[in-house]
Structure formats: structure tokens, C-alpha cells
């Protein structure tokens, strides 16, 4: 009876040492990660490029915590298994896996995460295009996650798809306008006709303002006089957008008017306003300036003057352009010109104005008395 209560001893302490064994090798390979991640971050920190610093921080916790749980899940197999032999421990591989799929996802989550924020504080793109990269990198991890965990459950995967796929089409035709507005969202994210904040309009619809947000269904555009507009996303793919928040240059078309009298001066008169033009500050002579003679009006010799500013803000447009029309007022008057106003010249003949006075005089009898 004695060497059987020794065997059992020894093998109580077996599966025990195994047990401290097994967290004792998690806590030196922890304690190694540790040193080895504080070496990966301050080289890191080192480089030039901004992506390491993205990498290291997202798979330190999910690596770590894949430290203990592995050898854990372990421990309390070996632990069951000898206290608990009845037990069905194949759960116990099945959290296991569920485990490290979790982690799986977690550590894209938070890659994906850091480098979204990444590129929100380069500011090489939009913040529109990189949420909904983002948003799709999201969802492509989930997908991924949720289709291994299945495997890991033991689900068939392939009949899934198959019966997904039926769903999916007669979904598909039930809602045929909301897929339609939700790839029409996804042609905007790609194609970036406009971003959020850019002032938008369209010649074939009555919709004008700045996009507030662009969403999986609609987007929203703020109109001039405050007005929320909820545009769904097919609506773009069928109508002209026109996005003057990316021009270059604003134009300047004026045409102005001199007297008849003032045919003498004209020439002069555009010689120097073309000349205040090349040396204003704010016109962009690179483009397009233009300062001609243009034709023989009903009251008045018109020239026209086409340039281009080199701003585009909307309000410091306004500025510039009063600030050249004023100055071009100025050079007319330097000239003893004068612009033009609408008139009607009457030409009388005498002899009606004769006959008309003669009939108006009282006769020379009425005189007399």
C-alpha cells in the first residue's frame, strides 16, 4: 500500500511541477519580451520613418497578454485533466483558440487604429478617405476574425457562404436603392470628387453648399443660408459636381463703359489699368490678363478686363476685386474721363419747333386788348 500512495505522490507533484513549470517558462518569456520590446521602441524612436512607431506600441499588449494566457489555458488543462479526468476538456482548446483569435484582432484593430491617427496628424490626406479606409480595414479584420472563429468552432464555413450568398441576393434586390447609395458612398471615398469642407454645387441639381459629412448613405451639405441638405450618394454618380473649393485662381470679367466724348482717352486709359494690373499684389499675372477695347455700345465705349486673382478664398476674392474696380475708377478720373451712364440723345427739327412755339403764342388780337 506504501508504494502506492508513493506513486501517487510523485504523480500529484508531476502534474503540479508541470503546472509551475509551464508559468514559470511564461514568465521568463514574458520578462524576455519585455526587454526585447523596450530595445524594438526606443529603436523606434530612432528612425526616421513614423510606421515603426505605429507597430511596436499595437502588438505589445495582445503579444503579452498571449504570454499568459497560452501557458494558462495550458496550466488549467493539465489541471482538470488530473483532478477532473470525467470532464470533455476539449472546450478548453476551443477558448485556446478563441484566444488567439481575439488577439488576432485586437492587434489589426490597434494597427489600424495608430495608423489612421498616424496619417490624421501628417495630414497628407483627408480625413474623409482615411476613415473610410479605415473603416473598410476595420471590417475586412472582423471578417477575418469571425470566419476563423467559426472554423475554430467547427462550423463549415463553405455552406455558409452558400446560403450567405442566396441571402445576399435576395437582399440585394430588396434593397436596391440602399446599395445603391452605399457603393455610390464607396465611389466618393475612392474617386474624392470632394472632401468634408469643401464647398460644392451641381449645375444639374439644386444643390449648393459645403459638405459636412460623407456618409455610408447620404451626404450632407450645408447650403449658404444654413440649410442641412441630405443628398443620398447615387445622386452623384448620375449628376456634374462641380467643386470650386479646388481651383487655382478666381477670375475677374468686368466690362466698363467711357463716354463718347472721352474717345480720345481710351487708349491711355487701358494702357494704365493694365499696367495697375501686372503691379497689383494680389493678381496673378501668370494667368490670363487682358485689358482691350472690346466694342462700340449704344451709349458707351466698352473695354473689358479678364485676370485672375491669386487667392480663392471667396471673402479675400470680394476684397481684391472691389479694390481693383475702385483703382480703375481711379485711373478714368486721372484722365478727365468718366464712365458712362445710360442716355437717349433727341434730335428735333426746327422747323417742328418753330411751328410748335408759333402755336403756343396767343393770337395778335388777344394781344391787343
Not at 70 to 98: C, K, M
Not at 142 to 163: D, K, N
Not at 275 to 281: D, K, N, P, R, T
Request: proline fraction near 4%; glycine fraction near 6%.
Amino acid at each position: 500500500m506504501q508504494w502506492w500512495q508513493s506513486l501517487y505522490q510523485a504523480a500529484a507533484w508531476d502534474w503540479i511541477s508541470d503546472i509551475v513549470i509551464l508559468m514559470g517558462l511564461g514568465a521568463v518569456v514574458w520578462a524576455i519580451w519585455r526587454v526585447l520590446m523596450g530595445r524594438l521602441k526606443a529603436l523606434a524612436e530612432r528612425t526616421q520613418t513614423r510606421w515603426d512607431d505605429v507597430l511596436w506600441p499595437a502588438i505589445d499588449t495582445p503579444f503579452s497578454l498571449l504570454i499568459w494566457g497560452w501557458p494558462a489555458f495550458h496550466a488549467l488543462e493539465i489541471f482538470l485533466d488530473n483532478t477532473a479526468g470525467h470532464l470533455n476538456l476539449s472546450w478548453v482548446s476551443v477558448i485556446r483558440e478563441l484566444l488567439v483569435v481575439f488577439l488576432l484582432i485586437w492587434f489589426l484593430l490597434r494597427v489600424v487604429n495608430s495608423g489612421e491617427q498616424l496619417l490624421f496628424d501628417e495630414g497628407r490626406r483627408d480625413h474623409t478617405t482615411i476613415n473610410a479606409i479605415g473603416n473598410v480595414l476595420r471590417a475586412l479584420a472582423v471578417c477575418i476574425g469571425v470566419i476563423t472563429l467559426l472554423q475554430s468552432l467547427g462550423v463549415s464555413v463553405s455552406g455558409l457562404l452558400t446560403v450567405g450568398g442566396v441571402g445576399g441576393l435576395i437582399v440585394g434586390l430588396a434593397a436596391k436603392d440602399l446599395l445603391s447609395n452605399f457603393f455610390g458612398g464607396v465611389m466618393i471615398y475612392f474617386d474624392r470628387p470632394f472632401k468634408v469642407g469643401d464647398w460644392v454645387r451641381s449645375p444639374d441639381r439644386n444643390i449648393e453648399g459645403t459638405v459636412e459629412k460623407i456618409g455610408i448613405r447620404m451626404t450632407v451639405v450645408r447650403t449658404f443660408d444654413l440649410r442641412p441638405l441630405y443628398v443620398p450618394n447615387s445622386v452623384f454618380s448620375n449628376v456634374v459636381v462641380e467643386n470650386p473649393s479646388r481651383m487655382l485662381n478666381r477670375r475677374i470679367y468686368e466690362t466698363i463703359g467711357l463716354r463718347y466724348q472721352d474717345a480720345d482717352k481710351i487708349s491711355t486709359v487701358i494702357d494704365d489699368v493694365y499696367a495697375m494690373l501686372e503691379a497689383h499684389a494680389d493678381i496673378e499675372t501668370r494667368q490670363t490678363l487682358i485689358v482691350n477695347f472690346n466694342s462700340f455700345g449704344p451709349h458707351s465705349l466698352d473695354f473689358f478686363i479678364y485676370t485672375f486673382t491669386k487667392t480663392v478664398n471667396w471673402q479675400r476674392y470680394h476684397q481684391v476685386k472691389q479694390d481693383v474696380l475702385l483703382k480703375v475708377i481711379e485711373i478714368i478720373h486721372q484722365h478727365g474721363a468718366d464712365i458712362a451712364l445710360p442716355t437717349r440723345t433727341l434730335h428735333m427739327d426746327p422747323n417742328m419747333l418753330e411751328q410748335g412755339a408759333a402755336a403756343m403764342r396767343p393770337p395778335p388780337d388777344a394781344q391787343a386788348r
